[in-house]
């Protein structure tokens, strides 16, 4: 590609927003998003998600769209408009699953006919969002190809680079995280790595083909969720044995190749979703995959678990459940990240209100607003919640901001009341823990 770079960030959430700014440093981009009050707020220099500091997207954005003078900088849009100059196209929103878990490939395709409507000859069209092997090609450039009447690997090529944004980690920054790249031919598959080295310091992997990458990307967080449900289900077998999960694991970490994973609840929009892409294309070609679904249903189920075993304390120290007041420290699918996609630290709510308990959460990461739209669920922010007395018969911590760590939780307790640590952090102030 000899012409000037002109680049089009489809999708402005925690994956696409860190990559815009970041080409952004050495490429005149414009990020679009239909979100428009998401993109009024960044035009602002502000970023909810603090993915992007403050700072540092603000040195970052320009007041117009830079095809236009061919300077480098971010301008963010939900006009169509501002993207038709645009010669590489980067898709990175997000990928679900349905209700049945099965693979929900709908904001893919929108994106890809929002892009059919603009790209031109000689562009290329670029995927981040985390599919099964053969989306790319089987599933989104077909979308391209009737929007736009165009001939794919004649008229305008792809590629697939998958995303590796690790949501509220500020030492694995994007630039910082060596990054997988393809092309739907061998010379696009050199562009499109010449285009990611020019700006990820480290490094790029140039995969063979677009289903290698997918592939790559799609059996990284289901090796992850194997191995957490692994040691999910070691907790449950030493809970029974009275042993001490959290010091089984230490010990055995001193081996050197022992891998050091943590049971908890496994939940955000990766490592909970993407083996049921792996495992939908699976039986697609006839095979069952035994292990992989058998990870998601131990993982799947920790969220009941974890409310059982606090009222399992709870009636060991003569509590009564129906009514009692519990306190639920965090609700975002990781520590100190505002990001509350697929959490499951819903399930432990819904599951205490089952019992019959009244659930308060608290959480100084999450917007109350979008935890009600997704779960219908309160939850308060700003200063922990008051309850009769201001005393809880149980404080569950489900997610271990930071905020947390030294928070005096016993003088929150009734007489009797319990602790219960999800995370395996306060020690010795739980009187259990997963």
């Known amino acids: 590609m000899n012409k000037e770079i002109k680049i089009a960030v489809i999708g402005l959430g925690y994956v696409g927003l ?21 993109v009024d707020e960044l035009m602002t220099g502000h970023d909810q998600t603090l993915e992007v500091e403050d700072e540092i997207l603000q040195l970052t954005l320009v007041k117009e769209n830079p095809f236009h003078n061919h300077r480098n900088g971010l301008y963010c849009s939900y006009d169509l408009n501002d993207i038709k100059e645009a010669n590489i196209y980067i898709i990175t929103v997000p990928t679900p699953v349905d209700r049945n878990n099965r693979p929900d490939l709908t904001p893919l395709v929108k994106a890809s006919e929002t892009v059919g409507k603009v790209i031109g000859k000689g562009d290329i069209v670029i995927y981040e969002s985390t599919v099964y092997p053969g989306a790319t090609e089987e599933d989104c450039i077909p979308v391209v190809e009737k929007t736009s009447g165009l001939v794919f690997n004649e008229d ?38 010449k285009l990611y080295k020019s700006v990820i310091t480290a490094g790029t992997h140039l995969a063979p083909t677009i289903k290698v990458a997918e592939a790559a990307k799609v059996i990284e967080n289901s090796q992850r969720d194997i191995n957490i449900a692994f040691v999910n289900e070691l907790a ?17 970490g001193t081996k050197w190749n022992f891998l050091p994973f943590k049971p908890g609840l496994v939940g ?29 249903r131990t993982n799947d189920t920790m969220g009941e678990y974890v409310a059982s075993q606090v009222i399992k304390c709870m009636i060991q120290k003569g509590i009564s ?28 709510v819904r599951s205490l209100e089952e019992y019959g308990a009244t659930v ?10 979008e935890v009600a739209h997704e779960y219908n669920i309160e939850s308060v922010k700003e200063k922990l919640p008051v309850v009769a007395n201001n005393k809880y018969n149980a404080v569950v911590l489900a997610v271990a901001h930071n905020n947390f760590l030294n928070l005096d939780i ?20 739980a009187d259990s823990k997963l």
Not at 360 to 369: G, L
Request: hydrophobic share 35%; charged share 25%.
């Open 236 to 252: 449950k077998i030493f809970n029974r044995m009275g042993i001490d999960t959290h010091d089984v694991l230490e010990a055995a």
């Open 360 to 369: 308060t959460v608290h959480d100084p990461w999450a917007n109350p607003e």
């Open 321 to 348: 459940i129906k009514g009692a007041n519990i306190l639920v420290l965090g609700i975002t699918f990781k520590e100190n990240c505002p990001d509350v996609r697929n959490t499951k630290v819903v399930d432990v």
């Open 268 to 296: 955000g929009h990766c490592i909970g979703v993407d083996p049921y892409y792996l495992a939908q294309k699976a039986q697609e070609y006839g095979y069952h995959p035994e292990i992989i679904l058998a990870g998601r």
């Open 410 to 429: 016993a003088s929150l307790l009734s007489e009797n009341g319990i602790v219960y640590d999800v995370k395996g952090v306060l020690k010795e102030k």
């Open 18 to 38: 860190p990559l815009a700014r970041l080409f952004a440093t050495k490429y005149p981009v414009v990020g679009f998003d239909v979100n428009r009050p998401r």
């Open 156 to 193: 305008f090529f792809g590629g697939y680079s998958p995303e590796r944004i690790n949501p509220g980690d500020k030492l694995h920054t994007v630039e910082k995280i060596k990054k997988v790249t393809s092309g739907s031919t061998p010379e696009i598959g050199k562009i499109v790595d």
